[in-house]
């Protein structure tokens, strides 16, 4: 079973203002600088995946090596696909023992911002390092909780098809199906012609962890529209071309 550990993590100090709102003009870019240095002394950044095989699917429901998904947007996502990575990746506890010790409200605010951002580096590092590494040219991915269509109950039969996820990186799932370290995201990669981001899907507002406009046209009655990128048959009509984040990252 893979596990990349330790995962190096960098964001532009652009970018740490940006995510920290830091005015840049009232010495911004050295705050972000020193609490980004004080938050990335503190990540134990590590993950866990596994390649997984698609045996079936329903309309609203993809089959996994025997475990059951219910999500319309992962079954339309992964129509084409046949080899998806389930993952599970944590920048571990010491950040957050770190930040709860912290009587400044604002100073704890700011490294669990950073905490967020570092792990969607982390989180865009290992999704292309399984690419590279399998030979697929994109991957999207798609974690439990993101969407109301696929909720965060998806994270049982995620975890179980992943195995003991505590042995190999120390992440384990509570009853009330949170991580520990709460720092930490599950979820599954998949091929894609296009990027996929659930944010185009999602009206949370606001949101600092946005990563895409929220796109109403995406949506129908029923919840988010089939997924088609060639425009054609019963999947027409929900585009899935995203932005970027500004994160510069440091090779794996
Ligand atoms: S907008 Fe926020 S809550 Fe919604 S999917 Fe994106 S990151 Fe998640």
Not at 149 to 164: A, R
């Amino acid at each position: 079973m893979p596990v990349i550990n330790p995962i190096p993590v960098e964001i532009s100090p652009a970018e740490a203002v940006r995510v920290l709102r830091l005015d840049r003009r009232a010495g911004g870019e050295d705050q972000a600088r020193k609490l980004w240095t004080e938050a990335a002394a503190l990540f134990r950044t590590r993950a866990f995946f596994r390649e997984t095989f698609i045996e079936s699917r329903t309309a609203d429901t993809v089959t996994i090596e025997g475990r059951v998904f219910r999500s319309r947007v992962l079954r339309v996502n992964t129509d084409r696909a046949f080899k998806v990575f389930a993952y599970v990746l944590t920048i571990g506890a010491d950040l957050e023992t770190h930040a709860a010790r912290s009587d400044d409200l604002l100073h704890r605010y700011y490294l669990e911002t950073l905490a967020d951002s570092a792990l969607d580096a982390a989180a865009e590092k290992i999704r292309g390092h399984i690419g590279r590494e399998s030979g697929l040219d994109r991957l999207s991915g798609m974690s439990p909780g993101s969407l109301e269509d696929w909720p965060i109950t998806e994270q049982t039969p995620l975890f179980d098809l992943l195995g003991d996820v505590d042995s190999e990186i120390g992440v384990r799932l509570t009853d009330s199906l949170l991580m520990i370290p709460r720092k930490s995201v599950s979820g599954i990669f998949f091929p894609s012609e296009e990027t996929f981001l659930s944010c185009r899907l999602c009206s949370r507002q606001p949101c600092p962890g946005r990563k895409a406009a929220f796109d109403p046209e995406s949506r129908d009655d029923t919840g988010p529209k089939r997924i088609d990128p060639t425009g054609e048959g019963e999947n027409a009509g929900l585009p899935a071309v995203a932005k970027k984040a500004d994160l510069v990252y440091k090779a794996l």
